[in-house]
């Protein structure tokens, strides 16, 4: 017998730790929930994780950084030697030691059965340079390709799943006080999710909370076993503890 959300109301603010972390789970549910039919149609399919990064910018140029990513992102989808039948791509800021924001891609990429045999393959060297021309940068940026392998019996995509589908910015950060108001000027109305190829529209950046209501975490059975004869737990928000408690009732 475990405990079951049954009603809550979600303020939908980026940085809430709860709505993404309800959000969160919401999208993971989703993908595998539809990747079922995808697999159907491309079943020797291979999936690359992807991260792309930049040189950490200051707080004050971290909007036009995303904006000049973005832009990148688009040049690097276009080029001819692009080997992603379908992609997920998101957003995550952390923060460095020096306390500057570091913005940076986590990309799934869905790619050809022939991907790692026949010449489209790309090394970590290929992306970088592809990555630094697409960016129209003096230097050569860090980024992370690997190959996602089968685990335990799986398809080898939960754990990336899982890392792309995860918090736009970590909860550690946002207790720096500076940092949060950094990142809540800076990334206003910016979207951090974006799908494109036979992944397109797969994933929605904007959940709704019965969607948020009604999900479960990743290894979970889909329905939590409830014994409806007992009480209602109620929780709410206590701004001087800063976290939600148990209502006495």
């Known amino acids: 017998i475990g ?10 603010v ?3 730790e709860v709505c993404q972390w309800r959000k969160s789970m919401r999208n993971v549910a989703r993908f ?3 990747i079922p039919a995808v697999m159907e149609q491309y079943p020797k399919g291979q999936w690359l994780f992807l991260t ?7 707080m004050s140029d971290l909007r036009s950084t995303l904006v000049a990513m ?20 998101t957003t995550e800021v952390t923060k460095d030691k020096q306390g500057n924001p570091h913005p940076h891609f986590h990309c799934l990429l869905l790619v050809r059965p022939g991907y790692f045999k026949g010449g489209v393959y790309m090394s970590q ?9 697409c960016l129209r940068a003096d230097y050569l940026p860090v980024i992370d390709v690997r190959k996602v392998k089968a685990k335990n019996g799986h398809s080898g995509i939960s754990a990336a799943v899982i890392e792309t589908l995860k918090y736009a910015v970590k909860f550690d950060d946002m207790k720096d006080p500076a940092f949060l108001f950094g990142i809540t000027e800076q990334l206003h109305k910016m979207r951090f999710l974006a799908t494109g190829g036979v992944l397109k529209d797969f994933l929605s950046a904007d959940v709704t909370d019965a969607e948020m209501i009604n999900t479960t975490e990743l290894g979970e059975a889909p329905e939590v076993a409830v014994d409806e004869e007992k ?8 701004p ?8 006495p009732g």
């Open 3 to 12: 405990i079951k959300l049954k009603n809550a109301y979600f303020c939908h």
């Open 14 to 16: 980026r940085h809430c």
């Open 32 to 34: 595998f929930d539809r």
């Open 52 to 58: 792309l990064t930049v040189k950490n910018p200051e």
């Open 70 to 89: 973005n832009a990148a992102w688009k040049r690097l989808i276009q080029r001819k030697d692009w080997p992603a039948l379908g992609f997920i791509r």
């Open 125 to 133: 060297l290929d992306w970088a340079m592809n990555w630094q021309s």
């Open 231 to 238: 009480p209602a737990v109620l929780f709410g928000w206590k």
């Open 240 to 247: 001087n503890v800063k976290r939600y408690k148990k209502l």
